[in-house]
């Protein structure tokens, strides 16, 4: 099966740095997802990118659809402390009834105030 | 609209004991599936459906059974638990547009087997 490698798996940060990790695929895929995960609670979508070479901004976030469709990345700018939570990315080949994500494992970041 | 709702919201079992989890959604989405989080393994999918009355198995469906008979509720059945099923269940529903599918997820299950 597909396989996604998500890094870093965990990072500590001061609050104001700038965050970036990214997710690497084996093979392609047509859309790309970036979930944020609170603690006790379920991932939420923060940005969807569809099309290769694609970068689509969410307030402080900043999204990239890699140009060979096997990676993406996400930055957070001057981080703040409510950014705690874990991260994860997701590929899917969207299209017609084919709805499966692929997750990575997830980055945890930890935000000192 | 309520989004995705699961109940309960914490459980324990012991082993060997039946139970269902329960999943919801009210935004009509056509697709619903089900996945387990364990810790470093991130989400991995468990069974999912396309629509009432389709349902397929995903990536771990081993232990569990699923059936979709409304397009509104998508239950997640363990027939006879074991202790490798601890773990958070999520629900998640989707719709399509122009050949996009986004998540969305429940606010999870969490399983403990005895």
């Given at each position: 099966?597909?396989?996604?490698?998500?890094?870093?798996?965990?990072?500590?940060?001061?609050?104001?740095?700038?965050?970036?990790?990214?997710?690497?695929?084996?093979?392609?895929?047509n859309t790309w997802l970036w979930y944020k995960q609170d603690p006790g609670?379920?991932?939420?979508?923060?940005?969807?990118?569809?099309?290769?070479?694609?970068?689509?901004?969410?307030?402080?976030?900043?999204?990239?659809?890699?140009?060979?469709?096997?990676?993406?990345?996400?930055?957070?700018?001057?981080?703040?402390?409510?950014?705690?939570?874990?991260?994860?990315?997701?590929?899917?080949?969207?299209?017609?009834?084919?709805?499966?994500?692929?997750?990575?494992?997830?980055?945890?970041?930890?935000?000192?105030? | 609209?309520?989004?995705?709702?699961?109940?309960?919201?914490?459980?324990?079992?012991?082993?060997?004991?039946?139970?269902?989890?329960?999943?919801?959604?009210?935004?009509?989405?056509?697709?619903?599936?089900?996945?387990?989080?364990?810790?470093?393994?991130?989400?991995?999918?468990?069974?999912?459906?396309?629509?009432?009355?389709?349902?397929?198995?995903?990536?771990?469906?081993?232990?569990?059974?699923?059936?979709?008979?409304?397009?509104?509720?998508?239950?997640?059945?363990?027939?006879?638990?074991?202790?490798?099923?601890?773990?958070?269940?999520?629900?998640?529903?989707?719709?399509?547009?122009?050949?996009?599918?986004?998540?969305?997820?429940?606010?999870g299950t969490r399983l403990t087997v005895l």
């Amino acid at each position: 099966g597909q396989q996604l490698n998500q890094s870093p798996q965990s990072m500590f940060i001061q609050e104001g740095e700038d965050v970036s990790m990214n997710c690497t695929s084996s093979s392609i895929f047509n859309t790309w997802l970036w979930y944020k995960q609170d603690p006790g609670e379920g991932p939420v979508l923060l940005i969807a990118l569809y099309k290769a070479g694609e970068l689509t901004s969410n307030g402080r976030l900043t999204a990239q659809f890699g140009i060979t469709r096997k990676d993406s990345f996400l930055n957070i700018s001057a981080s703040i402390p409510s950014d705690v939570g874990i991260y994860f990315c997701a590929g899917q080949n969207s299209g017609g009834s084919n709805y499966k994500l692929t997750f990575g494992k997830g980055t945890l970041l930890t935000v000192n105030p | 609209n309520a989004g995705v709702t699961q109940t309960p919201k914490f459980q324990v079992l012991k082993t060997g004991q039946s139970m269902t989890l329960q999943c919801a959604q009210d935004m009509n989405h056509e697709y619903m599936s089900w996945y387990r989080q364990d810790p470093g393994m991130g989400l991995r999918l468990i069974h999912y459906s396309v629509g009432a009355g389709i349902t397929d198995q995903g990536e771990v469906p081993n232990g569990y059974n699923v059936s979709r008979s409304t397009t509104e509720d998508f239950p997640l059945r363990l027939l006879s638990a074991a202790p490798s099923q601890t773990s958070v269940y999520f629900c998640a529903s989707s719709y399509s547009t122009s050949g996009h599918n986004e998540q969305f997820f429940g606010p999870g299950t969490r399983l403990t087997v005895l």
